[in-house]
Each structure stands twice: as C-alpha cells, then as structure tokens.
C-alpha cells in the first residue's frame, strides 16, 4: 500500500493496522482464544491477590487495591501485546499450529515445580531439547525460540514502563548479613498478541506484500511458503507474561529499567541464535539451551547484585530512615520521601518509630490529643525543617523506618544463606 509507513521493505503502518484493528481484538473477543484470556486474566488477578494479603499481613491492608493492578496490567499488556505481534510478523516468525500447541501444558506442568517457572523460555527448553533428543513432539525449533525472542522484547517494553508499578516495600537481609530496606516488584500482565501460522487454505486475493528476505525465520517445510492452497495469517496468541524482582540497590524505577536493557539483550541474542539455526543445524542446540540458560542467568546476575550491591535503602549512622510514606499521612504531610533520613523530632534523636511517638507522648499533657512535631531531616546533602501542626501522638505516623543495626527483625527476604522470595 503506498503511502504506508515502511522499514526496510517491511509494510510497518499495514501490519499495525492488522493488528491493531484485526487480530488484537480476535484474542479478546475469539471463541478458541477469549476463555484462554479470560484463564490468564483470572491468573493474573490471583497473583495480585496474593501480593494484597502478603501486604496486609505487612502492614494491615494493601498498599495498592486490586482492581488498580489488574486494570494498569491489562492496559499494559494491551502494549505489549501490540509490540511482540508487530515484531513477530515483521521479522517473519511463521510457525505452525503443531508448533505452539505444547507450549501452554508444558509452561503450566513447569509452573507447578516453581511459579517463576510459568514463562515460555523454559518451556521452549523443554520441548526442544525434547524434540532434539527423542525426535518428539514434532516442533520447529527456530520458530519456537525466535517467539520466544520477540515475547521477551515485549515483555522489555512492559518492564520499562511498568515494572515499578506498586512496588512493595520490605525489609531484607542482604548477602553481608544486613537488615536493609529494599522494594518487592512484582508485576503480571495478560498479553494478547499475535503469530504467523502456515495453514492450509486457499489464498485469498490482495494481502499485504513483503520484502524479498522476508521471513527471517520460516516454518519448517520452507517450500510451502510458496505452494499452492498454503497461505500465512496472523492468529491470535494469548500469553501471560510475568515480572519478579527485588531493588535492594536502586529505586524500583532504576532497577526495572535496568532489568529491561537486559531482556532486550536476551532478546536480541535469542532472534539471532533463531536465525542462524534456521540456516545451519549446528546452532540448534545453543538456541534450545539459551532459551532457559541465559534467562535463568539473567535472574540469577540481578539477585547477585542484589544480594552483594551497596543498600540503598541501609540504616544511616545516625538517624533513622524512611523507606516507604502512606499517602494522607502524617509522614506525607511532613512532605517525607523514600529515603529521606529523619535525624531529629523536637530536638531529640531519633533512631527508629517508637522514638517519634515516645517524644510526641512526652510532650503531650491531656487534651486535646494533639502536639506541635518538628523533624530535622538529611535529604541528600542538604539539612532540612519540617514542621506539623496539631500531630496525634497516638495515631499512625506513616512512614516505614528502615531499624537500626541490632534490632529484633524478622525480614521478608534473606539472601544471607543463598535464598531469595522467587525459590531460587
């Protein structure tokens, strides 16, 4: 179509309009895939559940309510969606129905050793080493890691701009056996996207016309490409897509953009294994194991730096610091941020919450209930006052305080002895 957005010969504006106007839609509305969307969205939601009664055990009632996490995943995956079916039909990954039909049984049965588990890399490992070793099911290997490439660089995109998102502060104990403050990401997306699927039908008139390189990776009888009564579409592919990690060192914000630079990687490096085995069977087998092993790798380097990275989030010399800030708050009031250290509270040291209350009730003397507060507080380097009003010694002051070196705590998460929450 002329006038239509191009890259390289590839139709772009074409094959966004099919997606966005056909085949997305197919996945929400389609009788073969619309309750498949509907299994990951009630998956998704039990997830978010879970982290709401984790939370309310924390703290006594979550910090994000549900239907606000399920509503920005769906929105999110939405996006993502869009991206990882844009660049499955524009590299070219034509599989067939065979290809994918295991995917989901495999990725579930895995899901039931570890949850973490629940992601079609490993799945893919699985099945191709399968199929390599026993010659069973039959399955386009390329194909398959090649989708699991371009999944992945959807799931970079969801990771970049909304991996941070209701992030749950916790305390941690790092590999050097300290208590930290750190934040818990977790987020779960349902992902409705697309596939190019070789069937056989007759080839209706028009289509949208590709460049000559066109498919980077093609099924696994490339002749019938261009046999008579074979034709590729795009169908609808439901996945569920799933991000866990911890920030120990960096800002959730900080941590997942940095998580997404290297699933882009990951991506780029599975595309071009994908390739390569198309061309040369000797790369089949290091594009199997990469599919696993390199993610595998990829959640084991981030909890690495992790466990052994400097705190952000560590308990200061002196003073004592704040991790997270209830909205509507005291702490909110005060205009208290993450990682702000709050050195005193009417002149009288500070070192962990119970003090801001102790001085508050010592300068309380009958009704009405209410004290003048003021805070001096290290932000950066800079030295700063905050004052409030009529503040109620015997009411919630909003912050979590990262304790001091010594204190009795039991941390959500101990990387001290080779553990982390995700059971690796």
């Known amino acids: 179509m002329k006038g239509s957005l191009e890259l390289w010969g590839l139709p772009l504006g074409e094959l966004a309009r099919l997606l966005a106007a056909d085949t997305l839609p197919a996945a929400l509305l389609n009788p073969g895939t619309a309750p498949l969307f509907l299994l990951v969205l009630g998956l998704v939601a039990f997830q978010y559940a879970r982290i709401g009664q984790m ?67 490993y799945a893919t490992g699985l099945i191709g080493a399968s199929h390599l070793l026993l010659g069973w099911p039959q399955v386009h290997v390329p194909g398959l890691v090649a989708l699991v490439g371009a999944l992945h660089l959807a799931e970079a995109v969801l990771v970049y701009v909304d991996g941070a998102e209701g992030a749950t502060p916790v305390l941690a104990r790092n590999g050097r056996g300290e208590v930290v403050g750190g934040f818990l990401l977790q987020r779960f997306w349902p992902v409705p996207a697309a596939i190019l699927v070789l069937v056989n039908l007759t080839a209706p008139g028009g289509g949208i016309e590709m460049p000559s ?7 696994a009888d490339p002749a019938r490409l261009n046999a008579a009564g074979w034709i590729v579409v795009a169908l609808p592919l439901v996945a569920g897509l799933g991000y866990s990690d911890l920030a120990l060192t960096a800002t959730p914000g900080s941590r997942s953009r940095q998580t997404a630079l290297v699933m882009v990687l990951y991506s780029a490096a599975l595309m071009a294994m994908a390739a390569l085995a198309e061309r040369d069977a000797r790369w089949l087998w290091p594009a199997v ?3 696993p092993l390199l993610h595998e790798g990829m959640i084991q380097l981030g909890i690495a730096r992790e466990r052994w990275g400097r705190p ?22 005060l205009g208290l941020h993450a990682g702000d250290v709050i050195l005193t509270a009417n002149g009288r040291p500070v070192r962990r919450e119970s003090d801001l209350g102790a001085v508050s009730m010592d300068l309380w003397e009958g009704p009405p209930r209410v004290v003048d507060l003021e805070l001096e507080i290290q932000r950066g ?20 305080l990262v304790p001091p070196p010594g204190d009795p705590v039991s941390p959500l998460i101990d990387l001290s002895r080779g553990k982390h929450l995700f059971g690796a």
């Not at 869009?82 to 995917?103: K, M, S, Y």
């Open 213 to 219: 390189w066109w498919p980077l990776v093609g099924p």
């Open 381 to 400: 380097n800079r030295r700063l006052t905050r004052r409030l009003k009529r503040f109620d010694p015997g009411a919630p002051f909003g912050a979590l």
């Open 55 to 121: 939370e309310a055990r924390l703290y006594g009632r979550p910090l994000v309510p549900l239907w606000h996490r399920v509503l920005t995943a769906i929105a999110a995956g939405l996006l993502g969606g869009f991206i990882g079916g844009l660049v499955i039909t524009a590299a070219g990954v034509v599989l067939e129905p065979r290809d994918v039909t295991p995917l989901w049984p495999v990725a579930l049965g895995l899901a039931l050793i570890r949850p973490r588990f629940l992601c079609f890399a």
């Open 312 to 333: 952000l989030f560590g308990p200061p010399a002196q003073g004592a610091r704040v991790l997270w800030v209830w909205p509507r708050s005291p702490a909110a009031a």
């Open 289 to 291: 194991l990469a599919s």
